[in-house]
């Protein structure tokens, strides 16, 4: 029987760091899109129009900007996230499921290097 992993190796310490800067360096890209996006929705006069379109324009415009806010909201948390698991690694933490203690599944980590819980956990709360 195969012993189980006290934590990750150094050498698999700093391939998920690289994945986790990769996903960091995206998500922050990702984020200046919504923010400039959400700048130029501030930026869109229609004085120019009908006052019909015009209405129609601005209750448009007021959902646009409440869809950017709140996906610049969820943008935020995720870089949180990526930091925060960066510190795991860094402090040799990162990859234990906080719900069992055991390591959680290097492929899930793979997929989402911010994931705090192991598969297995995340089936016990549903």
Do not use: W
């Amino acid at each position: 029987m195969e012993e189980e992993k006290s934590r990750y190796s150094d050498q698999e310490l700093a391939e998920f760091k690289e994945i986790i800067l990769a996903k960091m360096d995206k998500a922050k890209a990702d984020l200046e899109l919504i923010k400039s996006a959400y700048m130029n929705d501030l930026n869109n006069g229609t004085d120019d129009t009908s006052p019909t379109f015009k209405a129609f324009e601005e209750g448009s415009e007021a959902m646009s900007k409440e869809a950017n806010s709140q996906l610049a909201i969820r943008q935020e948390k995720f870089i949180r996230d990526l930091k925060n698991a960066l510190f795991r690694v860094e402090n040799k933490t990162y990859g234990f499921c906080k719900i069992t203690g055991k390591l959680i599944d290097k492929e899930r980590l793979k997929i989402v290097p911010h994931a705090t819980m192991s598969i297995e956990a995340k089936n016990m709360q549903m």
